[in-house]
């Protein structure tokens, strides 16, 4: 076993590195399936064991993740653009000291297309999107068209338009087009779903997420100056950040697999509270003072599946209040929920009562050792060294390079990408016509009727993009 292997398995490598680092529905060629490849679902590459990646955008979100890439075995950070000078100075700089080589860079200019340079040149096989959302279709279809698999920030497109070129592309190009969903990696997510694929809670019939994260002073203050966040509140309705509650919720109901979402309805409330921090923290000659939203304080949303299931999903970045994304499911047995804190009950035998009252503390933890994740089992120690959220970035990361390295499928693919950033655009159609019920696009078109139910994977740290 050569010495990197050694050290990636016992976890010394990281230990060290974490020490120094800080369309529309009616879409007739879609629809008809005719215009576009073949289906997209369990799609697969021949195995990459030397997986280069270039980034595009390296702020607040992308940086981290170059760190991180950078020490995956059989990963490498062969470029990156980003129209901020420093950016790319800081990336450089880190990359240098850990004597790795250095990224071909683009963008240095300040040229706002120079990305589409990275895309075009033959120094990365995927792109990693970190930049502000009005670019990530545009990132989607250019780098499939030329020849890139694609790792795309949430949402990974921003209207209904958008979520079809990017299937399209996806399929025409036959490239992965996948959406860097985070959370559904949390220990805890991952812990729900490993419970309701155990069969733990019976058959789930609803669940509760969302994205509750007060952002007041984030959204007015962006770190460049540019407004990019708050800009769509101030001039749309609907949830514009939908996935963080809701993709790992879409995975424990095989959304797409064997159930699809079939419409939603979408309420608002009045806007308040942004007014209200604007007009307390800013003087009155400064925009910010008399800055008037369009989205209210709090989208809800109500989710109806073709199963018969439904989901509220709700976003909220302007309240005072706690983070909270929910992650409540409830089904035939019982009910789990990792918001406020990890809560869970259900029944041995129907109606026994025994989910009366939520387990205790010690009974929680004993199940969460029990059903930990098979993830979690391999690389959570090392995940919550490395860091990003707790881990759960890293054991995304960890796992995309894993089914790249060994050419699986990856866990979600370009329709799980549609289907989820479609709430954007759909809930704003909602709000705008009264709460009314909207469709959802079948991205599948039919295909979610025959797709595999999603599974409890494993990793196996022996297969990782080792050369001996
Ligand atoms: N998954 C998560 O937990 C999570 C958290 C925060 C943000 N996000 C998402 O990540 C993305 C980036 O967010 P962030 O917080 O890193 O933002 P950021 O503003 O810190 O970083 C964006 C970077 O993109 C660069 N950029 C802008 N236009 C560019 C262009 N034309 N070409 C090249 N580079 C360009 C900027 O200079 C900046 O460095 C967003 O889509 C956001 O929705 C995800």
Known sequence: MDTSRREFLKGTAWMGAVAMAAGCMSRQSAAAGGASGAPMHGFRVAPMKRVRVGFIGVGARGTPAVKRIAQIPGCEVTAISDVNPARLDAVQAWMKERGLPAPKEWSRNGDKDAWKGLCDSDVCDVVYSATPRPLHCPINV???????????????????????????????????????????????????????????????????????????????????????????????????????????????????????????????????????FGQANFPADDWRHNAKMVKGDINTCLLHTAQGKTLSLIHNVCTPRPYDRGNLFMGTKGIYRSYPSLLMA???????????????????????????????????????????????????????????????????????????????????????????????????????????????????????????
Not at 153 to 180: I, N, Q
Not at 197 to 202: M, T
Not at 350 to 366: C, L, M, W
Request: hydrophobic share 35%; proline share 3%; glycine share 8%.
């Open 142 to 276: 250019y780098a499939m068209a030329h020849g890139k698999h694609v790792l795309q920030e949430v949402p990974g497109a921003f209207s209904l338009d958008e979520c079809w070129e990017t299937v399209e592309a996806a399929e025409k190009y036959r490239r992965h087009c996948m959406m860097l969903e985070n959370c559904t990696y949390g220990e805890e997510e991952m812990l729900a779903f490993n419970l309701i694929k155990k069969g733990k809670l019976g058959e789930i019939v609803q669940a509760e997420v969302g994205y509750q994260h007060d952002q007041r002073s984030l959204q007015y203050n962006p770190r460049d100056g540019v407004f990019w966040r708050i800009d769509r509140h101030m001039k749309h309705h609907g949830n514009y950040y939908p996935t963080h509650g809701l993709v790992p919720a879409g995975r424990c109901l095989d959304v797409n697999r064997g159930d699809r979402f079939e419409y939603l309805v979408s309420m608002e409330t009045k806007s308040a509270s942004f007014e209200a």
């Open 346 to 468: 259900w029944e041995e035998k129907v109606g026994d009562g025994g989910a009366h009252k939520y387990f205790d503390e010690a009974k929680a933890q004993k199940i969460k050792e029990e059903y930990r994740h098979p993830f979690w089992k391999v690389a959570g120690e090392i995940a919550k060294k490395v860091g990003g959220h707790g881990g759960m970035d890293f054991v995304m990361d960890l796992r995309w390079a894993y089914c790249l390295q060994n050419g699986l499928p990856l866990d979600t693919d370009v329709y799980d990408l549609a289907t989820y950033s479609s709430i954007v655009e759909l809930s704003e159609r909602s709000v705008n016509a009264r709460s009314s019920a909207i469709d959802f696009p079948d991205y599948t078109r039919g295909g979610w009727k025959t797709a595999q139910p999603f599974t409890v994977d494993e990793i196996d740290m022996s297969k990782f993009g080792f050369t001996s």
